[in-house]
C-alpha cells in the first residue's frame, strides 16, 4: 500500500497544482478577493501532498520493498541506511519527485511568507508557481511514474551505482536542487510583473531575498560535486567542463547577475528589464540542464536518463515556460522605462557591466555546450567541444569582470569619479603586484598561475577595502568599532561572497601549479615526488557492508618524518555486476592536497598515481564563504522583512534624496 499511497499523493498534488493556477487568475480577472486567497491554502496543500508521496518513496526504500521497480534498480539490502535513502534520489523517476518536492515547498514558502505581498502579486506569483508544478506533476505521472510496481516481486535489489554511494552524493542533488528549483520563485515574480505591467522598488526588495538564496544553495550545490568529483573520481581536478556541469553553471551565472540587478532596482528603480529578462533566463537554464541530463542528447557521466521520449516531454516544457515568458518579456516590457538616471561611471554602471559580462561568460558556455548537438544533427559531423575552448573563450571575460567587482561597491549611486576609488584600492592593488612578484621569484614566470594569484588578492582586497571605507576605519579609526557593529548585515555577506570567491580563485591558481606523477611500486618501495617520499607499505584486502577492496597502505614522509599515512582502494561491488570505483585517498592542509590513487596491480606491483595538489583545498573553502556570505544577508531583517510601500511618483522619478553610498 505504500506505492499505492505515494501514486494517490502525486495525483492529489497534480489536481490542487491545477486549482493553484486556475482559481487565483480567475480571481484577478473578476477581482474576487476570495479566489485570490485560495491560493495560498492550495499551494500548502499541494507542498503536504508532495511531501506524503515523498514520504512514501523514502519508506519504500527504507524497507527495501521489493515489489516497487524503482527500489529494485536502484538498492539492496546490504547498503547503509543513508545510501538507501540516497536511492531514493539518485535515480530519475525519484529526483523528478525530489524535484516537484522543492518547487512545491517554495510555493508554500511564498504563501507562508508572502502575508504582506499586495493580493493581486501573491496570487499571480502562486498561480505562476502552480502552473510549472502542474507542468512537472504531469511529467512524473505521465512518464516517470516511482511507485511503479513489479510482479512477483524481487528476492532484492540491483544496488545504486557505486559512484553514488559516496556522502557527497548523497547531499548534493538536494542542494543542487534548491539553487535550480529557487529560481522558480524569481520566474514566478517576473511573469507577475510582466502581467501587471509594473516593476518598481518594492518588487525588487520582495525578489532579492528568493534570488539570494536560490543563489547560495546552487553554490553549495556545485561545490559539493565538484569536491565529489575531485575525490571520488580519482582524477585529481575539479572541474572538467562537462556539459552537465556546464548546465549547472548557466544558472549560476544568470542568477549572479540577476541577484545584482535586483540591487539597483530596489535602490534606484532602475535596470527594470535586465532584472526582469535575468529572473526569466535564470530558470530557463535550469529547466535547460534538467532537459540535458534526461534526454540523453549529450554524454555525459552525471546522465540520469536517455529515454528520447522523456525528453520530449521536458523540450515541451522548455518551450512553454521560457518561450511563453519570453514571448510575455517581448510584449510587455518595453513599457517598463526606467525612472532612475545614472552615468556610465557608477555603482549601477559597474553593475551593469557586471550583467553583461556574466552574460556573455553565459553565452560561451553554453555555445560550447550545446554545439556538438547541433554540429551533430545539422552538419552530420562528431566533435567535442573541451576544456581548451572554454579556458581561452572565458578567461578574457573574467580579467574585466574581476576588476570591476573590486572597484564597484566602492563606487557611488548615479555617478562617480573614479580616482577616489582608485585611492582606496591602492593595497589591493599593491597585494596584486606582490603575488607576481612571488611567481617570479619562486617559481618562475608561469603566466595562468601569477595571474590567478594577483586576481584572487585582487579581490579579497577590494573585499576588505569595500569594509574598511564603509566603517571609515583610516578616516576616523575611534568610531570605526560602533560603525562596524552598525553595518548591515547585508554589507558583510556581500564582502564575505566577493571575498569567498578570491579565496576560490587562489585555490585555482594553486592547481595550476599541481604537479603528479605515475609510478609501479613494489611493497617496501619508495616514490620521490613534489619534495616527498611516498612508501608503499603493503597491498590488502578488506571487506565492506556491500563492497570488497583492494587497499593500498602509503607512508608519505618528508626529511625522513612522517607527515601522514594514505589509503586509497580500489572498491568492487558484487550486486552491482563487480562493478568497480576509485577511492583516492587524500591529506589536507592549508597549503595543499597529498593525493594518492591506487591503480590496477601488474604482477607484483602496484601501479601507484600521486599529486601534490597547491591550495587545492580553498576552492571549496572560498565556496563555502560564498554560500556564508549569502546567508549572512539573508539574516538581514531589512531583506527578510516586506518591502515598503513604493516610493512616490516624485521620488520615482529621480527628484527625491539620494544616498550616494549607503552604510
Known amino acids: 500500500m505504500i506505492a499505492e499511497f505515494g501514486h494517490f499523493a502525486l495525483a492529489l498534488a497534480f489536481a490542487l497544482a491545477l486549482a493553484q493556477t486556475v482559481l487565483p487568475l480567475w480571481g484577478v480577472a473578476r477581482g474576487d478577493a476570495r479566489l485570490m486567497g485560495a491560493a495560498a491554502p492550495l499551494a500548502l496543500g499541494q507542498l503536504l501532498a508532495c511531501a506524503a508521496a515523498f514520504g512514501a518513496l523514502l519508506t519504500a526504500f527504507a524497507v527495501n520493498d521489493t515489489s516497487v521497480i524503482n527500489v529494485v534498480q536502484n538498492s539492496h539490502s546490504a547498503k547503509p541506511m543513508l545510501y538507501k535513502f540516497a536511492g531514493a534520489w539518485g535515480n530519475h523517476e525519484g529526483s523528478m519527485l525530489l524535484w516537484v518536492l522543492i518547487l512545491a515547498l517554495c510555493g508554500g514558502a511564498v504563501a507562508g511568507f508572502g502575508r504582506d505581498l499586495p493580493g493581486v502579486l501573491r496570487a499571480r506569483v502562486l498561480a505562476v508557481l502552480g502552473l510549472v508544478a502542474l507542468g512537472f506533476l504531469a511529467f512524473v505521472l505521465a512518464t516517470s511514474n516511482p511507485f511503479g510496481r513489479v510482479w512477483p516481486p524481487a528476492p532484492d535489489g540491483q544496488g545504486l551505482n557505486p559512484v553514488l554511494q559516496d556522502p557527497g552524493l548523497a547531499f548534493h542533488p538536494p542542494l543542487l536542487y534548491l539553487g535550480y528549483v529557487g529560481y522558480a520563485v524569481t520566474f514566478a515574480f517576473a511573469v507577475a510583473a510582466l502581467l501587471e505591467g509594473r516593476v518598481d522598488a518594492a518588487w525588487g526588495r520582495w525578489v532579492r531575498p528568493w534570488a539570494l538564496a536560490a543563489w547560495s544553495f546552487l553554490t553549495l550545490g556545485i561545490a559539493l560535486g565538484s569536491w565529489w568529483a575531485y575525490y571520488e573520481l580519482g582524477w585529481g581536478g575539479y572541474w572538467f567542463w562537462d556539459p552537465v556541469e556546464n548546465a549547472s553553471l548557466l544558472p549560476w551565472l544568470a542568477g549572479s547577475a540577476l541577484l545584482h540587478s535586483a540591487i539597483v532596482v530596489e535602490k534606484r528603480e532602475a535596470l527594470k528589464i535586465w532584472t526582469l529578462l535575468l529572473a526569466l533566463l535564470a530558470f530557463g537554464f535550469s529547466l535547460l540542464g534538467t532537459f540535458l541530463v534526461r534526454s540523453g542528447v549529450l554524454n555525459s557521466v552525471h546522465a540520469f536518463a536517455s529515454d528520447p521520449s522523456r525528453g520530449t516531454f521536458i523540450l515541451a516544457l522548455l518551450g512553454i515556460y521560457v518561450a511563453g515568458s519570453l514571448a510575455l518579456f517581448a510584449w510587455r516590457a518595453p513599457a517598463m522605462a526606467p525612472t532612475g538616471l545614472f552615468a556610465p561611471l557608477s555603482r549601477e554602471g559597474a553593475l551593469v557591466l557586471n550583467n553583461l ?7 560561451v558556455v553554453l555555445a560550447g555546450t550545446l554545439w556538438p548537438m547541433f554540429a551533430d544533427l545539422l552538419l552530420d559531423q562528431k566533435i567535442s567541444v573541451g576544456p581548451p575552448f572554454f579556458n581561452t573563450a572565458i578567461l578574457p571575460l573574467v580579467a574585466p569582470l574581476l576588476l570591476a567587482m573590486a572597484a564597484g561597491p566602492l563606487l557611488p549611486w548615479k555617478r562617480a569619479r573614479l580616482w577616489p576609488v582608485l585611492q582606496r584600492l591602492w593595497w589591493a592593488a599593491l597585494l596584486a603586484a606582490g603575488a607576481v612578484a612571488v611567481m617570479l621569484a619562486f617559481a618562475g614566470w608561469r603566466t595562468g ?5 594577483a586576481a584572487a588578492l585582487w579581490l579579497i582586497g577590494g573585499a576588505l577595502a569595500d569594509l574598511t571605507d564603509r566603517i571609515a576605519l583610516f578616516r576616523r579609526p575611534a568610531a570605526a568599532w560602533s560603525r562596524a557593529r552598525g553595518l548591515p548585515r547585508a554589507a558583510w555577506g556581500a564582502a564575505l561572497a566577493h571575498g569567498g570567491l578570491g ?23 619508495t616514490l620521490n615526488h613534489a619534495g616527498y617520499q611516498w612508501r608503499l607499505e603493503r597491498l590488502e584486502d578488506v571487506a565492506g557492508p556491500n563492497w570488497t577492496a583492494r587497499r593500498a597502505t602509503v607512508t608519505v614522509l618528508r626529511d625522513g618524518a612522517v607527515v601522514t599515512v594514505l589509503t586509497p582502494e580500489r572498491r568492487s561491488f558484487p550486486v552491482a555486476a563487480g562493478m568497480t570505483t576509485t577511492e583516492a585517498a587524500i591529506h589536507t592542509s592549508l597549503t595543499g592536497d597529498l593525493y594518492a590513487v591506487l591503480g590496477e596491480e601488474q604482477g607484483d606491483r602496484a601501479v601507484l598515481r600521486v599529486h601534490h595538489n597547491i591550495l587545492a583545498p580553498w576552492i571549496w573553502l572560498g565556496a563555502l564563504v560564498m554560500a556564508l556570505g549569502g546567508a549572512l544577508s539573508l539574516t538581514d531583517r531589512r531583506i527578510r522583512v516586506a518591502a515598503p510601500a513604493p516610493r512616490s511618483v516624485l521620488s520615482a522619478a529621480g527628484h527625491g534624496p539620494d544616498v550616494s553610498r549607503p552604510t
Request: hydrophobic share 65%; charged share 5%.
Open 503 to 525: 579565496l576560490s580563485l587562489l585555490g585555482m591558481a594553486g592547481m595550476g601549479l599541481a604537479t603528479d606523477t605515475l609510478a609501479a611500486l613494489r611493497p617496501g618501495a
Open 449 to 453: 598561475p601569477a595571474l590567478g594569484f
Open 357 to 363: 559580462l556574466l552574460c556573455a561568460m553565459a553565452a
